[in-house]
């Protein structure tokens, strides 16, 4: 698409924005992907339409305002970028472009409070542990709230599951009598280790019993996802910078468990892009991957014993799974491993289910109506139990089945993986 950005404008991410708006050339290939276009119906709330509208905010034709409630509704699940065959990078336009905008936009005092409060609890696991237990609390009081308010304490579990903990080294279990097959250091992650830290116990477990050595860098932090996504590049920075600090030189590979953390990460040379910390970042994020892509490399896995139990599971692909990481058949593969399980196609597999990040909480009509739209089509495939690959989406789809009053379970592929390898 021709246009007259001046990159040097717009700061360090100038080159990325600009470049990615002028590979696009309006074919539309991606609308049918979008699951905002699909909801919406609207041009400009298409890929195509917002990157037109982002384009003339950076020539300085549109103001921002007129532009950001077409940006804001976009769930940055990049479905966009697959579809489109002239490989328009839309993540190096989105964030960056949140990023500057949040330099000039005016927020109520209300979405202001709402904005600190998820930026200062959700990425600090004991902060947001205390939260959610007062929010749980306050929940008595709901109808006393903002509607937005509201929004937030419904998405809060009714109960936390019991704090733990790692130690900072697993060692494989010896399954040949020869060394481990690799050694990784392991992100921990965020919320999804107050939500549900049976999954980082499962991910190490699978590990070693796969003759994998797994550190646990205790000096980590947050992967800076949450921030990055949502135009914070100065907390997003912070946190890049302690991990790469935290993070151990002497591993084979850096390894996530959460889709939204992998992908985070995998943007840390755009996050610190112009900063003394460019090239650092360019390093890291190649030694990432996600937990599935690891055991994909390192050879034949320990089959797994045979319970003699059939089940059907329904896969959901998390958008920063697939669509950011391109990892699509490898969860698929390690459950098929499991002797007796089917692993169910789902309908429009590549649509977001509606949790991306903070979306639930910012715009919770459109993630409603996905969550919806999503479980309706994850049980139409009669699972025994539903798949995926991050805590995001976990809880979305646990809210939504709970609304349609489905008790079928939602786990994590690595909680599914150990619970079969320890069947007997
Ligand atoms: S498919 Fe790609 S090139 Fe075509 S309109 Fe969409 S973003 Fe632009
Ligand atoms: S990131 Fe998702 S919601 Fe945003 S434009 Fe792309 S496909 Fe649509």
Not at 13 to 26: F, L, N, P
Not at 82 to 88: E, R
Not at 249 to 267: H, K, L, P, Q
Request: with cysteine; hydrophobic share 40%; aromatic share 4%.
């Amino acid at each position: 698409m021709l246009h007259s950005i001046e990159p040097k404008e717009h700061g360090p991410h100038g080159q990325e924005m600009a470049k990615a708006v002028s590979t696009c050339v309006h074919c539309g290939f991606c609308l049918a992907a979008c699951p905002t276009y699909q909801q919406l119906g609207q041009e400009v709330d298409s890929p195509r339409g917002r990157i037109v509208l982002m384009k003339e905010v950076l020539e300085g034709s549109m103001t921002v305002e007129d532009a950001l409630p077409h940006v804001d509704a976009c769930l940055g699940c990049l479905a966009c970028e697959p579809a489109c065959p002239s490989g328009v990078p839309y993540r190096d336009l989105i964030s960056p472009f949140r990023a500057q905008a949040e330099q000039v936009r005016k927020r109520s005092l209300l979405n202001r409070f709402q904005r600190l409060l998820t930026q200062q609890t959700l990425p600090y696991p004991q902060r947001f542990r205390l939260a959610a237990k007062t929010g749980r609390l306050a929940k008595a009081f709901a109808g006393l709230l903002p509607a937005s308010l509201r929004v937030m304490l419904d998405l809060l579990p009714d109960r936390l599951p019991q704090q733990q903990s790692w130690k900072a080294f697993y060692p494989a279990k010896d399954q040949t009598g020869e060394s481990a097959r690799a050694k990784v250091a392991l992100l921990t992650g965020c919320a999804q280790s107050v939500l549900d830290p049976d999954i980082n116990t499962a991910t190490i477990q699978v590990l070693n019993l796969c003759g994998v050595d797994v550190v646990i860098p205790q000096q980590q932090g947050c992967c800076g996802a949450l921030s990055w996504h949502v135009g914070n590049l100065k907390q997003a920075q912070i946190f890049a910078r302690q991990n790469l600090d935290a993070f151990p030189s002497d591993v084979d590979a850096i390894v996530t468990n959460a889709a939204g953390c992998g992908s985070g990460m995998d943007e840390y040379p755009l996050i610190l892009k112009g900063t003394a910390d460019e090239e650092r970042a360019k390093t890291f994020s190649e030694r990432v991957c996600d937990v599935s892509v690891l055991l994909s490399r390192i050879g034949e896995l320990p089959p797994v014993p045979d319970s003699g139990r059939k089940q059907t599971i329904a896969y959901h692909d998390a958008c920063h799974l697939a669509n950011a990481q391109g990892v699509r058949s490898q969860p698929r593969s390690l459950l098929s491993m499991i002797p007796g399980a089917t692993v169910a196609e789902v309908a429009d597999a590549h649509l977001c289910c509606g949790s991306a990040g903070t979306y639930n909480v910012d715009q919770p009509e459109i993630a409603h109506q996905l969550g919806e739209d999503k479980t309706k089509k994850l049980l139409a495939a009669n699972p025994d139990v539903i798949a995926t690959g991050n805590i995001g989406c976990m809880n979305q789809l646990k809210n939504h089945l709970k609304n349609q009053s489905s008790n079928v379970p939602v786990l994590h592929t690595m909680q599914i993986l150990r619970d079969a390898y320890l069947a007997n």
